[in-house]
């Protein structure tokens, strides 16, 4: 089982990779069978499974942007298995417009010590969320 320096090293990976555009980088943190959740409230919502999907998901929300980071704000374990990351995230669209959001990250760390789940949601949600996978 992953410990929780474990869980927060590979989700602080995760995010290095993104803001260095790296997606063999996010890949490899990642099960072959991901499921990917994004909220209704985030723009590319919706469930996708397995590499490409995840691929598919990322790649809607990077395209539309000339210029996107995520620093991780915080970092609260939940149980065995899950880590929320609280993010704040900036960008600039190709339009020109700017963005400026909080949400947070779930991982679900199985025993191999990859991502089995990824959630994109508010912080408040992915709490609630990684509490009732974690007794489900």
């Known amino acids: ?75 609260i374990n939940v149980g065995e298995r899950h880590i929320v990351t609280a993010v704040h995230q900036e960008g600039r669209g190709r339009e020109g417009i700017e963005l400026a959001m909080e949400l947070a990250f779930l991982f679900d760390v199985g025993d191999d010590g990859l991502c089995h789940f990824l959630a994109m949601v508010p912080t408040e949600e992915a709490i609630r969320i990684a509490e009732e996978r974690e007794t489900g």
């Open 1 to 75: 089982m992953a410990t929780s320096e474990q869980r927060e090293s590979m989700a602080r990976a995760g995010m290095l990779a993104f803001n260095a555009g790296d997606t063999g980088g996010m890949l490899a943190l990642l099960s072959l069978n991901i499921e990917v959740y994004a909220s209704p409230e985030m723009v590319n919502s919706g469930t996708y499974r397995g590499h490409d999907g995840f691929v598919s998901w990322i790649t809607s929300w990077t395209d539309a942007w000339e210029q996107i980071s995520a620093e991780v704000t915080g970092v």
